[in-house]
Nanobody, 128 residues
């Protein structure tokens, strides 16, 4: 199983930008679709963004389109999530996910617990 480690979280103010990173333990992740999910307190985990193994295809939740950008650097086994114009009181734990079986569009629709690999999450509190 691939180990995923998120970093880059931290307290930000509404309107700020932040970049999250997710480093994978194995080179095989270069052939995996990777994604980001988030979970707010008391809510279900929800899809945020996904990127195909080549980086050619991406998918985003409607709530983040135009503000968040997903990218990856396969030689570094790392994916990124650039978040701009963060909204107030939208704090959540952001999780990195990876799966070799799913396309970027599919990873957006499956039940989260069916995704094969997850990171431990990084907190992104957003103050108003």
């Amino acid at each position: 199983q691939v180990q995923l480690v998120e970093s880059g979280g931290g307290l930000v103010q509404a309107g700020d930008s932040l970049r999250l990173s997710c480093a994978a333990s194995e080179r095989t992740v270069s052939r995996y679709t990777m994604g980001w999910f988030r979970q707010a307190p008391g809510k279900e985990r929800e899809f945020v963004a996904a990127i195909s193994w080549s980086g050619a295809d991406t998918d985003y939740a409607d709530s983040v389109k135009g503000r968040f950008t997903s990218s990856r650097d396969n030689p570094k086994n790392t994916q990124y999530l650039q978040m701009n114009s963060l909204k107030p009181k939208k704090q959540a734990v952001y999780y990195c996910a990876a799966d070799p079986r799913l396309s970027a569009s599919l990873i957006a629709t499956v039940i989260p617990h069916t995704i094969r690999n997850w990171g431990q999450g990084t907190q992104v509190p957003v103050s108003s």
